[in-house]
């Protein structure tokens, strides 16, 4: 099984048939929109524009889950990345990716990558960072810690890596030119 059996609900009702994306590269990131990591939707905009044309695919998720960062409606949403961020990558309806309404997507990656590459320290630094505002990130092993997860697919559908929130777009640059 791969990323390209699965099917997502597009902020406007429709689907994306992930096997329409064969071929190319995804960076699947499970957003929020009043985050601390938020502005990392300009660095995916620098990654989209940057390497869309060389087979680059960014799928954002919405995902109001954690301290409920993305309020409002698929539309509002879209509208305010658009317009504080200009965003041009696909934007998909608002998901949960923890817990038993979990969407099947995130619940393969989870169970695919099931760890962030990233350091202990890093991880250990975001999990202090939420029990000192009284929130609450990963609960289960293999869960998302918190909005800006990221995972790379390769254009096979196969998955990479996984990202920690703390990772920005910059740092995953050079991983994609190596890629692409």
Same mark, same amino acid.
């Given at each position: 099984m791969t990323i390209h059996d699965f099917t997502a609900k597009g902020r406007n009702g429709t689907s994306l048939d992930l096997a329409s994306l064969k071929g190319k590269v995804l960076l699947i990131v499970n957003t929020a929109t009043g985050c601390g990591f938020t502005p990392q939707y300009e660095g995916l905009e620098k990654l989209y524009a940057k *390497? /869309?044309? %060389? =087979?680059l695919e960014i799928l954002d $998720?919405?995902?109001? &889950? $954690? =301290? /409920? &960062?993305?309020? =409002?409606?698929?539309?509002?949403?879209h509208q305010f990345c658009a317009l504080k *961020?200009?965003?041009s990558f696909d934007q998909l309806a608002k998901i949960e990716v923890n817990g038993p309404g979990a969407d099947p997507i995130f619940a393969f990656l989870k169970n695919a990558r099931p760890k962030d590459d990233a350091p202990e320290a890093a991880i250990a630094g975001l999990r202090d960072l939420l029990v000192k505002h009284g929130l609450k990130g990963a609960e289960a092993p293999g869960d998302i810690e918190w909005n800006f997860t990221k995972f790379l697919i390769d254009r096979d559908g196969n998955i990479l890596? %996984? $990202?920690h929130p703390t990772t920005t777009p910059e740092e995953i640059d050079t991983v994609l030119a190596t890629l692409l």
């Open positions: *390497y /869309h044309e %060389r =087979g $998720f919405p995902c109001d &889950q $954690f =301290g /409920h &960062q993305a309020p =409002g409606s698929d539309d509002e949403i *961020y200009n965003t890596k %996984r $990202f």
